[in-house]
């Protein structure tokens, strides 16, 4: 499990690196680049979509090559991205420019995930608790790192989440120097054999999930900017809050999930984080807020490391890292689909029960689906189970 430590820390400071340029780019593209929410969803959209496209090539190329060695590669060439981004003013401060780095880093930033998640999967001898330690060290990133860019912004301003984005991934690359490359040995994987019909509905249900889970940039943050007037600092509390939560509680829902089931948790998870989600339209203060990030937190912990844990189970290992890259791309699909869907949402109307309700709508779809799918797999509640 050691490989599965080293993992984990690489994609935390990767997450540390650019969750907090991802969570506040759609505040800097409206408000320092002058567009508006639509060009602004755009924008992110586009290399999102990139993005997933690019995880399918990228984890096909680490079970050719190497997982290390891919994952060296994506995290080099964010790091340049970064000091791009630090060094020239042209770059940051100029529409077009900044539109292509973007995207560029949102691209290398995808092409990481696949090769971590398949080190992560061959390295752990029970799936579940692999992909929920990877969790922890994401949501450490996910969270300290918009908590820090919020402050950075609130006191000194936008160029010091590029300047912070470069010393992550710095830190990110020489940690993934220390991460061993799996051998795989033609074991049968557990459970299902690679069923692509499986895989593909599993995809599909993330899609539709992550579709909620994107709503945490355009949407979240000009809502609660716009609508509900928080600053830069009281919106880095929000992020800061759901990574510490994670950090505390996943190791409690990993036991939830080792009950349940990974069937169970997934559908119980996806529910709960959609409806934490939506519960946003009630909070008008930033405690409010701040109890609907902690019931979507829970959602979290069931349904993200489950997700991940199935793909696993469904796939043979010496396609494990073809299988994450598919399944990412799905994920990467849809945060590309949702901030556009919620800058449309908060483009014809500002009522929050109806930016909720159409932002989240695909959330509870998601949870129909995945039950439709696979309530007549046989013995599913004994092959998705963990041991």
């Given at each position: 499990m050691k490989n599965v430590g080293v993992a984990s820390a690489v994609s935390g400071m990767r997450g540390l690196a650019f969750s907090s340029l991802w969570i506040f780019s759609a505040l800097y593209i409206r408000s320092f680049l002058g567009l508006n929410v639509v060009e602004d969803a755009i924008i992110i959209t586009s290399g999102t979509a990139i993005g997933a496209l690019a995880q399918k090539y990228a984890g096909s190329l680490g079970d050719r090559f190497g997982h290390r060695r891919t994952v060296i590669l994506a995290v080099l060439i964010s790091t340049l991205l970064y000091l791009l981004l630090s060094l020239s003013s042209s770059v940051r401060d100029y529409a077009p420019y900044f539109t292509v780095t973007f995207i560029a880093l949102t691209i290398s930033n995808s092409s990481q995930m696949p090769s971590i998640y398949a080190l992560v999967s061959e390295s752990s001898t029970i799936k579940t608790k692999g992909f929920s330690i990877l969790r922890v060290g994401n949501n450490i990133?996910?969270?300290?790192?918009?908590?820090?860019?919020?402050?950075?912004?609130f006191y000194s301003g936008f160029y010091y989440l590029f300047v912070?984005?470069?010393?992550?991934?710095?830190?990110?690359?020489?940690?993934?120097?220390?991460?061993?490359?799996?051998?795989?040995?033609?074991?049968?994987?557990?459970?299902?054999?690679?069923?692509?019909?499986?895989?593909?509905?599993?995809?599909?249900?993330?899609?539709?999930?992550?579709?909620?889970?994107?709503?945490?940039?355009?949407?979240?943050?000009?809502?609660?900017?716009?609508?509900?007037?928080?600053?830069?600092?009281?919106?880095?509390l929000i992020y800061l809050v759901n990574g510490a939560a994670v950090v505390a509680t996943q190791g409690i829902f990993y036991k939830v999930t080792k009950r349940i089931g990974n069937y169970m948790s997934y559908a119980i998870g996806t529910f709960v984080y959609t409806a934490g989600f939506l519960s946003y339209a009630f909070d008008t203060s930033l405690a409010g807020m701040l109890i609907s990030t902690?019931?979507?937190?829970?959602?979290?912990?069931?349904?993200?490391?489950?997700?991940?844990?199935?793909?696993s189970l469904v796939s043979k290992p010496e396609n494990i890292g073809r299988n994450m890259g598919i399944y990412n791309g799905f994920i990467s699909i849809g945060r590309a689909c949702g901030p556009l869907l919620g800058g449309a949402a908060l483009f014809i109307t500002s009522v929050p029960i109806l930016i909720w309700s159409i932002t989240t709508a695909t959330g509870f779809a998601s949870m129909i689906f995945f039950i439709y799918v696979f309530r007549n797999v046989s013995n599913i509640q004994e092959n998705l189970h963990l041991e």
């Amino acid at each position: 499990m050691k490989n599965v430590g080293v993992a984990s820390a690489v994609s935390g400071m990767r997450g540390l690196a650019f969750s907090s340029l991802w969570i506040f780019s759609a505040l800097y593209i409206r408000s320092f680049l002058g567009l508006n929410v639509v060009e602004d969803a755009i924008i992110i959209t586009s290399g999102t979509a990139i993005g997933a496209l690019a995880q399918k090539y990228a984890g096909s190329l680490g079970d050719r090559f190497g997982h290390r060695r891919t994952v060296i590669l994506a995290v080099l060439i964010s790091t340049l991205l970064y000091l791009l981004l630090s060094l020239s003013s042209s770059v940051r401060d100029y529409a077009p420019y900044f539109t292509v780095t973007f995207i560029a880093l949102t691209i290398s930033n995808s092409s990481q995930m696949p090769s971590i998640y398949a080190l992560v999967s061959e390295s752990s001898t029970i799936k579940t608790k692999g992909f929920s330690i990877l969790r922890v060290g994401n949501n450490i990133g996910w969270g300290i790192g918009p908590a820090i860019g919020g402050f950075a912004i609130f006191y000194s301003g936008f160029y010091y989440l590029f300047v912070f984005g470069l010393v992550s991934s710095g830190i990110s690359l020489t940690m993934s120097l220390f991460l061993k490359e799996v051998k795989f040995g033609g074991k049968e994987a557990h459970g299902f054999r690679s069923d692509n019909r499986l895989l593909i509905a599993l995809s599909v249900s993330a899609l539709l999930l992550f579709m909620v889970q994107a709503q945490e940039t355009v949407t979240l943050t000009n809502y609660a900017n716009i609508l509900r007037g928080l600053n830069y600092f009281q919106l880095g509390l929000i992020y800061l809050v759901n990574g510490a939560a994670v950090v505390a509680t996943q190791g409690i829902f990993y036991k939830v999930t080792k009950r349940i089931g990974n069937y169970m948790s997934y559908a119980i998870g996806t529910f709960v984080y959609t409806a934490g989600f939506l519960s946003y339209a009630f909070d008008t203060s930033l405690a409010g807020m701040l109890i609907s990030t902690l019931i979507l937190t829970i959602g979290e912990d069931l349904a993200f490391p489950s997700g991940s844990a199935m793909v696993s189970l469904v796939s043979k290992p010496e396609n494990i890292g073809r299988n994450m890259g598919i399944y990412n791309g799905f994920i990467s699909i849809g945060r590309a689909c949702g901030p556009l869907l919620g800058g449309a949402a908060l483009f014809i109307t500002s009522v929050p029960i109806l930016i909720w309700s159409i932002t989240t709508a695909t959330g509870f779809a998601s949870m129909i689906f995945f039950i439709y799918v696979f309530r007549n797999v046989s013995n599913i509640q004994e092959n998705l189970h963990l041991e």
